[in-house]
């Protein structure tokens, strides 16, 4: 590709210059980028979590196992002495959770497995 430029030696006129070979030369750039592939056809899902009220990270404010709520899901499940906390299934944090705590599992939905964590 070939551009002419044609000189015009007032100011105006060569920041108008500037300002369209700027341009052309971003668009130019733009189109020589390709999509990666995989980021176009990686889809994150998310366990669904209707019947769960979640209320924040367990152990830690990014913890994906949560503290839970009550609603009429849960209500049966709720005990003074312990917590009731949500683990996606099948997750490393699930595992973990289970090694730390020895919880007693009450539950599973929409992708959670629902646990009541002992206070100590």
């Known amino acids: 590709m070939v551009l002419t430029i044609q000189m015009n030696f007032s100011y105006g006129g060569m920041m108008k210059q500037l300002a369209g ?5 971003c668009l130019i750039g733009c189109q020589q980028m390709p999509l990666q592939p995989e980021a176009a056809d990686t889809v ?3 366990p669904t979590n209707q019947d769960l009220r979640l209320v924040r990270g367990y152990r830690s404010t990014d ?7 009550e609603n009429a899901f849960t209500n049966d499940f709720l005990d003074d002495a312990a917590d009731l906390v949500s683990c996606p299934s099948g997750s490393d944090a699930e595992q ?10 009450m539950a599973k939905t929409g992708g959670y497995t629902v646990y009541s964590v002992p206070r100590r």
């Open 63 to 69: 913890d994906d196992c949560q503290l839970t709520g």
């Open 44 to 46: 994150i899902r998310s």
């Open 21 to 25: 070979i700027g341009l052309i030369l």
């Open 96 to 105: 973990s959770l289970i090694e730390m705590y020895n919880p007693r599992q």
